[in-house]
């Protein structure tokens, strides 16, 4: 096994990036049409090469060029391969599409219970209030799956429209224990859970839910697999783009043991159009990106971040990157121009780059590159020649993807959605229930009432009196009713203490 992988060629000699310190982050930052996609291709293929599995966000398809090889490579890149003296040597590597709406790769869905209040919310765009009512609402279904009710089983989208109609009809009640929750918030919520449904998010909610040994699954051949998120209409909406990839982060650091420093990490997670993650996120939410992004380097994840600018990356996220691959920024506005000082000072200095004005100067598919070498250090900058894939540059035919998902036969496994009882089912049928009991005592009294009036007329109103007092004692309150009434049938769900993570997924999966 190699220690480290090549990335290109610098005056200074072969730039690469030590295996050992491959979990310590990274960022891709350049300008639209500079080479990051190239430059996220070759670090793919090379870590796949080496065994290391990859899971990277595709936005505009190309990234599944890693599945065929390039016969013959393009013109541009075997020119770049003979002036850097890197030979091509035409190579696939192992290639899975997932997708969450199920078209261009196997579906992947997660439940809504699994996603968490602090995601759901950014998902649906929740101003404060709303995510009170969200937390609320998540809160009472751990407390009914603690008492093992399958009430709080929120599967997809139905169950999560069931609770908040559920909150609603019973506000008053369950504000004396857990919080005033106001019907405009729970009716905003309903509003934008719909709304969510209609951009067809109702498929990534369900299950089966994706399993998270798909990502980190050893092959015989002792190469990594590189999982491939089909993106380009998933992008289309950032909030859920971006709540998705999150949850998948925060799943992996929840869920992965700890293993400290390895020779080479067990995956490595490439998070494209990374300043949609960013974009209006609450100081909060940063906090605990930054949090598990710090932290998730010793379960033998690294996460590299690909944007337009470093200025898109919150600082203390910044600076927990510590593999860099910079191309061209151009710096046509003031603000612009700060963004590239910005970048210019965060690279350790070489005396022979001057960083500010070749930042601005570099050709496509050159980058300026500073990485950790093995004692950990950053490496100083120097202008590199990014080298070209093995693989083929750009998308591959929908006949050579459909062959890849019909033989990946783990993946076939969740193309199939299961809808088992819920949420959703057991409190539309306890509203029914109620709505029937409710019918039969509004006909009981009206019986009553005209036994009363009958009663009047034969014995007076002593005969009235006692007929009240009987009604009166029969009556039961709709709040007795609702309490008095329990879910019918047999779960067989096993249920554990739902205990929630820093991003509010859930710490211990459900099995």
Known sequence: MAES?????????????ALKRANRHGLIAGATGTG????????AEAFAREGVNVFAADIKGDLSGCAAVSDPPPAWASARATEINMPLTPEAQPVVFWDVYGELGHPVRTTVTEMGPVLMGRVLEATDAQEGALTIAFRLADDWLNEGKNEGLLLDLNDLRALLTYLSENSEDIGKKYGLVTPQSIAALQRKVLQLEM?????FFGEPAFKLEELTRVRPDGK????VLASERLVQSPRLYSAFLLWLMSELWEELPEVGDMDKPKLVF?????????????KDLINKVEQVVRLIRSKGVGVYFVTQSPSDIPETVLAQLGNRFQHALRAYTPTDQKAVRAAAQSFRANANVDVAKEIQELNVGEALVSTLDVKGAPTPVARTKVRPPNSQ???????QREALMKANTAGRAYEKSVDRVSAHEILSKRAAQLAEAEAREEEREAREKEATKASR????????TRSRSTRSSSRTTPLERQSGRVASGVFNTI?????RGILGTPSRRRR
Not at 7 to 12: D, H, S, Y
Not at 224 to 227: L, V
Not at 457 to 464: K, L, M
């Open 199 to 203: 951009d067809g998010a109702d498929r």
């Open 457 to 464: 007329s034969r014995s007076g109103s002593g005969g009235a």
């Open 270 to 282: 490439f998070f494209d159009e990374a300043h949609l993650l960013f974009r209006d996120a609450s």
């Open 36 to 43: 990051k996609t190239v430059t996220l291709q070759v670090l």
């Open 5 to 17: 992988i090549e990335i290109g060629l610098a005056p200074e000699g072969v730039q690469s990036l």
């Open 393 to 399: 540059v750009g998308p591959i035919l929908p006949a």
């Open 224 to 227: 990594g697999t590189i999982n």
């Open 495 to 499: 249920v554990r203490e739902v205990m």
